[in-house]
C-alpha cells in the first residue's frame, strides 16, 4: 500500500496546500499518485485540508493532529486507518511525500529487497549520495498496525522527526542512483517554475 503525505503547511508557498498546486497544467498530488500506482496495489492520502480535493485522485483521510505537526503525523493517520481496516491489511507500507513529482519508478522494489533480504528488520528508507531520505521509506506492517501507530505517535510528541525515528527503528538505508530530480522537493514557486522549465525543454 501507498502512502502519499500531504500534511504540510506550506509556508514556503503562501500557505497554499501544495500538493494541489498545478504543475504543468495537473496538480501536483496527480503527477506523484501516477507514479505510485504501478509500484502499488492500493493508496491513500493523508492531508490535513482539501479532502475532497485530493479524493478526485485516491483514498483521502485526516491527519490526527491540530494544525501542521509534519510527516510522523501523516504516518500516525495511516497506520490509525489500516488498524481501523484490518480487512485487507497489507503487509507493506510505502510512504512518499506530495510535494516530490518524480519519486524512482522502483522505490517499492527495492525497499522491498532491502527488507525481504533482513527478516528482523522492520523499515528500510531511501538515501542518495549518503544523505538519508526517510520519507520515501517502507515499513513491515504485518499484523500489527496499532503497536506501529504508537510507534510513530511517540516518535511525533518526543522529537518529531522521522530521521530520529528510523535511528530507533534501526531502519536499513538503501542507496538510489537515481536522477538528480527523483527526491527533489517542489518546496517554493520558483521551484515549480525551474521544474515546469527544465520538464519543457526534456
Not at 146 to 161: I, K, N, T
Not at 176 to 192: C, K, R
Request: a negative charge; hydrophobic letters at 45%; aromatic letters at 6%.
Amino acid at each position: 500500500m501507498g502512502v502519499v503525505l500531504a500534511g504540510g503547511a506550506g509556508s514556503r508557498v503562501g500557505g497554499a496546500d501544495k500538493g494541489l498546486l498545478p504543475l504543468n497544467g495537473r496538480p501536483l498530488v496527480e503527477h506523484v499518485v501516477a507514479r505510485l500506482r504501478p509500484q502499488c496495489d492500493r493508496l491513500l492520502i493523508v492531508a490535513n485540508r482539501g479532502l475532497d480535493d485530493y479524493a478526485d485522485h485516491a483514498p483521502a483521510v485526516h491527519d490526527e493532529t491540530e494544525g501542521h505537526a509534519g510527516p510522523l503525523a501523516g504516518l500516525v493517520a495511516a497506520f490509525g486507518f489500516l488498524a481501523c481496516n484490518r480487512q485487507a491489511l497489507p503487509r507493506w507500507l510505502l510512504t512518499v511525500p506530495v510535494d516530490c513529482p518524480d519519486p524512482p519508478r522502483d522505490l517499492a522494489l527495492r525497499l522491498h529487497a532491502a527488507l525481504a533480504a533482513d527478516a528482523t528488520a522492520c523499515c528500510a528508507f531511501a538515501r542518495r549520495t549518503g544523505k538519508p531520505q526517510p520519507l520515501f521509506a517502507m515499513y513491515r506492517v504485518d499484523d500489527d498496525p496499532v503497536e506501529w501507530r504508537a510507534s510513530a505517535r511517540d516518535a511525533l510528541h518526543e522529537h518529531g522527526s522521522a530521521w530520529r525515528w528510523h535511528a530507533a527503528l534501526e531502519a536499513i538505508g538503501v542507496g538510489f542512483d537515481a536522477p538528480g530530480d527523483a527526491f527533489h522537493n517542489l518546496n517554493t514557486p520558483s521551484d515549480v517554475d525551474e521544474y515546469e522549465r527544465a520538464h519543457a525543454a526534456s
